[in-house]
């Protein structure tokens, strides 16, 4: 079931891969007092959003759709597991994504940001990564410790290792809590470069 960002309808909506994107997206969207029209739909998974995106864009009224995947590690695969979706709806997307997200303008407009930056490898945490503010000093500590911790002895795997750097900074605030909700509690920062240019392809797409 989507989920409303303002008064929205299901004519403009935004795939993501999971529920911390999605109220990623909501608090950055708070924070920078935007009401986009505009509902978010939790795919849950990366296998379950690619093969909706032909199946949303094709729905009745739809006017615009958002698409928002981490590259992982390697986003031209990545780019072009979305273009095939895409060519299946008739859409015809560009050779490569656009540094600042990617719009195509039609019925419906459609949006693509691979996560974190449309450029670098990376997930969803890379991009939260870099709304820590600067200079703070807890963060090369999070870093160190995780990085102490004997490799026999974690439970992680390495291409995950910056997501468990994040939870523990995250669990060293006054209040430890979620992604969504540090953003609400100012303990990220939502006016750095890459926020602002993510919010600007938010509100090209939906406004």
């Not at 999605?22 to 924070?31: A, D, I, P, T």
């Amino acid at each position: 079931m989507a989920r409303p960002i303002s008064s929205a309808s299901d004519s403009r909506i935004l795939l993501v891969e999971g529920q911390d994107d999605e109220y990623v997206v909501s608090r950055l969207l708070e924070r920078h007092k935007s009401a986009l029209p505009f509902s978010i739909l939790n795919k849950k998974t990366i296998s379950r959003l690619l093969p909706a995106i032909s199946i949303e864009i094709k729905a009745s009224d739809r006017q615009a759709v958002g698409i928002l995947v981490d590259a992982d590690d390697d986003i031209a695969a990545r780019w072009d597991a979305v273009r095939g979706q895409l060519s299946k709806a008739g859409i015809s997307p560009p050779p490569s994504p656009d540094s600042a997200g990617t719009i195509i303008d039609g019925t419906p407009r459609i949006g693509i940001w691979l996560m974190p930056d449309n450029e670098s490898l990376g997930e969803f945490e890379n991009f939260v990564v870099r709304m820590i503010p600067g200079g703070d000093q807890v963060w090369p500590l999070s870093q160190r410790y995780i990085e102490e911790i004997p490799e026999a002895q974690r439970k992680f795997s390495a291409k995950k290792k910056l997501r468990a750097q994040l939870y523990a900074w995250l669990a060293a605030r006054e209040d430890p809590r979620q992604m969504g909700l540090a953003i609400r509690a100012r303990d990220l920062e939502v006016d750095g470069e890459l926020s602002n240019t993510f919010v600007a392809w938010l509100t090209k797409l939906f406004g």
